[in-house]
């Protein structure tokens, strides 16, 4: 996995209480977070699959320069 941005912040809504989580992208690949507002758990699987993505595209386009 790339980690050039592995601790910048992201945030998304929480599904259930829809308060705003950012937290560094790191936090996210974990396979499930608890939201910090209402404790709702929060499956990674579907945001982790297409971060790899992402990373597997960044790598690629690297490999250009």
């Not at 941005?5 to 989580?21: G, L, V």
């Not at 560094?24 to 690949?29: A, E, G, L, N």
């Not at 499930?32 to 386009?61: D, G, M, N, S, W």
């Amino acid at each position: 996995m790339d980690n050039l941005f592995s601790n910048e912040p992201f945030a998304i809504p929480c599904p259930k209480c829809n308060e705003e989580i950012k937290k560094p992208i790191s936090w996210y690949k974990k396979d499930i977070v608890i939201c910090p507002f209402c404790k709702t758990t929060i499956h990674t699987r579907k945001f982790r699959a297409e971060l790899e993505a992402a990373e597997r595209t960044l790598a690629k386009f690297r490999k250009k320069l």
